[in-house]
């Protein structure tokens, strides 16, 4: 600036005060803009944060807030910088000030200016005159005092920025002194010292989550139990159902209890929902209860965030996250069976292995007695897994073992362990994975383990030869057979002999005082070899076991009583064992026997006699049969000239009745066919008695070789060979003359064909007739010698008779002499 060295020093001070007036004048102005700036911006965001309060909104959030709070301040600092900082920076000359104060005072007509510009020191080439220049400058001086610098500065724009600013400047001192609370929340809020609600008629307070606690134990009932929000937030296992709690304050505590409460909620996938939460309970302590347990809590899906609404009070953004419970993503169980089944086991197996492993399936059951271990594998880290089990029919061990259940977790979190020893019962084992935050699994899983009892051993026994009576002297040959689920350990064959009440009787009256008669039945007990299958043979020779003493009273009415008895290999309680079907033998003299089988051999003869019936009627059907055949295949003659549609009415009706023929005559040949199985199987049936009865004789050690040859080689043999050749070449034959009837080959079914396959069933059936004819003559033989045999017993019977009644009179007529 140029310097004013030779400027009257009035003018000087003149245009000095004039400088300090301006920056004065701009400090003021840039301060009143800020002011007001302030002022405005904090009634406006007071309003849009207070005001939809009372209309039952919410409060502007915090993000909001924080973009007033910045654009305040970058306004703020534009003006600094801008409005007061830039103009005072600025160089104000003093030929501008002149010109500024002649602008606003025409009077000095340019004086002032002319003196500032001349006097200035660094300013040439101006041609003027001193003495003109020294007259100006006296003049400009002698008007200083003429110069109002009110008429100088613009008003206007101060006057409208305090009018912006007292009212509100003025407005916000009287809210400071009637409400310091509301002021100071007010501030805070919108200086983001703050987030304090605003105060509201109603007050909604956050309680938590109910939700109920899943346990293994299907005996407890279920409880539930409180989960509060951490930071608004709240972990939930999907598929969840829980129930939210809040509380509002009443009266009591100075507000008003909503009479309805809303939440509304958002889920991760952006679907919105609405929901009321219904008032439980009376008032307790000055507040009101209301719960939610619908959407979006029922069989939680997403995560979802809430804000629940009563009145004009609210809680913002409660979020619940859905997260996936622990899943128990596989099983296997591992099997040690008990030491009765170990029989292959040379006990270097250590007690802790397993002798089988498998993967869980439904239905699976495990032998009883075994140990179990069951190896689960989560789908996330485990902090805990419930167990629980039930069985079906559960002892005082079995009780104990289910009541403190010990889960073994590994140490990555990811897989457990779970044993029970000596499963008895089948059982049902439910267990609940928890992860480490207390997520449980929303229902527990179930494992149902059956158990396969060890079964009692079975056996069986039968006695070939052998009848309901056998003689003093026979031989009881027994095949038996024991078979349980896991083995037999022994098999036993007792022999129990009871005496008849005549020689108890007898024994009892021919022994001395001092002779203990015992009329218990004697017992004799073996224990035979059995092979893998469990089966054994063994021979009581009721001869030999009288000789050597082991037995004694096989006479005639004495009972024998055979029966076996098994047991297998069950350690883990009272033993398995199994007594058989008793059978029960009479002892009877070889007469008696004879007698029997005698009676027997009269039946087998009915048999025959009812067979031989039976095979003549086959023999007429066959023949019947033969003539129907030849019948049916015999081709009509044809007539002489026939008509050609009669000839086609006369094909069609003929065709007919031929197929109803064929049908029948199939349907006699079908007969003869059945006849001639059950005639076979009929003869069958008697060969094998007769085979029995053969064999009885042999094992009672009755009547002489002769007799059985006899009966053998005339009776048995003959029939089994009638069984074996004749009977079935004769169904064989009948087969044929079926095919031949029914065959749509006229070559196969030609009327000669026919009476080949009839005139050989026919001839077989003669062939059959007359063996079994011969047979019958053989029994008839047989028989009279049988009559013959019984008329010798007669006589020896009564000779016997004769004997010991003679011996009985000597004897009397002795006793008669010593009177």
């Known amino acids: ?291 939610l347990d619908g959407p979006p809590l029922a069989s939680l899906a997403e995560s979802v965030t809430m804000t629940i609404r009563g009145l004009d009070d609210r809680l913002l953004d409660y979020r619940i996250e859905a997260v996936d419970p622990p899943a128990i993503a596989d099983m296997e169980l591992a099997i040690r069976y008990p030491d009765y089944l170990r029989i292959f086991d040379a006990g270097g197996a250590s007690p802790d292995s397993s002798d089988q492993i498998l993967k869980y399936q439904a239905g699976f059951r495990i032998r009883e007695g075994s140990s179990l271990t069951l190896r689960g594998t989560s789908s996330k880290p485990l902090g805990a897994v419930d167990v629980s089990t039930t069985s079906e029919d559960v002892n005082e061990d079995s009780e104990n073992e289910a009541a403190e259940p010990v889960v073994k977790i590994a140490d990555d979190r990811m897989s457990f362990e779970w044993s029970v020893t000596d499963l008895r019962e089948p059982t049902s084992v439910r267990l609940v994975p928890k992860d480490e935050t207390g997520i449980s699994a929303q229902a527990s899983y179930r494992y149902f383990i059956g158990v396969v009892r060890d079964q009692v051993p079975e056996t069986s026994m039968t006695m070939k030869g052998i009848g309901s009576s056998i003689t003093p002297i026979a031989m009881l040959p027994i095949q038996a057979t024991a078979t349980d689920d896991y083995g037999v350990e022994s098999l036993s064959l007792t022999m129990a002999v009871r005496a008849s009440e005549e020689n108890v009787a007898d024994n009892s009256s021919e022994a001395k005082p001092d002779d203990s008669i015992n009329a218990e039945p004697q017992q004799h007990t073996v224990s035979p070899e059995m092979d893998r299958d469990g089966n054994a043979d063994w021979t009581f020779d009721l001869r030999d076991l009288t000789d050597d003493g082991t037995v004694s009273g096989l006479a005639p009415g004495a009972s024998v009583q055979i029966f076996t008895t098994a047991k297998d290999r069950f ?54 049969v033969q003539n129907d055949a030849l019948d049916v295949l015999q081709s009509p003659e044809e007539e002489n000239n026939p008509d050609e549609s009669d000839v086609l009415e006369d094909n069609e009706v003929d065709g007919e009745e031929d197929v109803r023929a064929r049908q029948r005559v199939q349907l006699r040949i079908r007969q003869a066919e059945l006849q001639t199985t059950k005639s076979t199987e009929e003869l069958a049936g008697i060969v094998v008695g007769l085979e029995d009865m053969l064999l009885e004789m042999v094992q009672n050690r009755v009547d002489s070789v002769d007799r059985r040859e006899r009966l053998e080689v005339g009776v048995h043999d003959p029939l089994s060979a009638v069984v074996t050749e004749p009977l079935p070449r004769l169904q064989r034959q009948i087969t044929s003359m079926e095919r031949v009837l029914m065959s749509e080959d006229t070559a196969e079914s030609s009327p000669a064909k026919m009476t080949d396959a009839a005139t050989a069933a026919i001839a077989t059936t003669d062939e059959v007739l007359l063996s079994l004819n011969a047979v019958l003559e053989k029994m008839l033989d047989l028989e009279s010698f049988n009559e013959i045999l019984d008329l010798v017993r007669g006589l020896i019977s009564d000779q016997e008779e004769l004997i010991e009644e003679t011996e009985e009179t000597r004897n009397q007529q002795v006793q008669d002499l010593f009177k």
């Open 571 to 624: 350690n883990l309680g009272a033993p398995h064992s199994i007594r058989g079907e008793v059978v029960r033998l009479q002892v009877v003299t070889p007469e008696t026997l004879l007698a029997t089988l005698e009676r027997r051999e009269l039946e087998f003869r009915s048999r025959l006699e009812q067979a031989i019936d039976e095979t003549q009627r086959l023999r007429q059907s066959l023949a019947a």
């Open 1 to 291: 600036m140029g310097r004013t060295e030779s400027l009257d020093p009035g003018l000087r001070d003149l245009l000095s005060r004039l400088r300090d007036r301006v920056r004065r004048y701009i400090v003021w102005d840039s301060l009143l803009a800020i002011a007001a700036l302030v002022l405005v911006v904090f009634w406006v965001a007071l309003a849009v944060d207070y005001l939809p309060v009372r209309i039952g909104g919410s409060e502007m959030p915090r993000s909001a807030r924080a973009v007033v709070l910045f654009v305040v301040a970058v306004l703020v600092v534009v003006i600094l910088a801008k409005w007061l900082w830039g103009r005072l920076n600025r160089e104000l000359p003093d030929d501008s000030l002149a010109l500024l104060i002649e602008r606003h005072h025409p009077s000095l007509g340019g004086r002032l200016v002319t003196a500032v510009q001349l006097t200035q020191q660094n300013r040439s080439h101006d041609s003027h005159s001193p003495v003109l220049l020294q007259h100006v400058h006296q003049e400009a001086a002698a008007a200083v005092d003429q110069v109002e610098f009110g008429r100088v500065f613009r008003w206007e724009p101060i006057r409208r920025k305090l009018m912006l600013v007292v009212p509100l400047l003025l407005a916000a001192l009287v809210m400071a002194i009637a409400s310091p609370q509301t002021f100071a929340r007010a501030v805070g809020r919108l200086s983001l010292f703050s987030d304090s609600p605003w105060p509201r008629k109603a007050e909604l307070e956050m309680i938590g989550v109910e939700s109920p606690i899943i346990t293994a134990d299907e005996t407890e009932e279920v409880g539930t139990e409180l989960l509060s929000f951490e930071d608004k937030t709240l972990r939930l296992a999907r598929g969840s159902s829980t129930t939210l709690r809040i509380r509002a304050a009443t009266e009591e505590l100075g507000h008003t209890v909503p009479e309805i409460c809303t939440v509304s909620y958002v889920d991760d996938s952006g679907n919105r929902g609405q929901s009321n939460l219904r008032r439980v309970g009376r008032i307790q302590d000055g507040y009101q209860s209301f719960v």
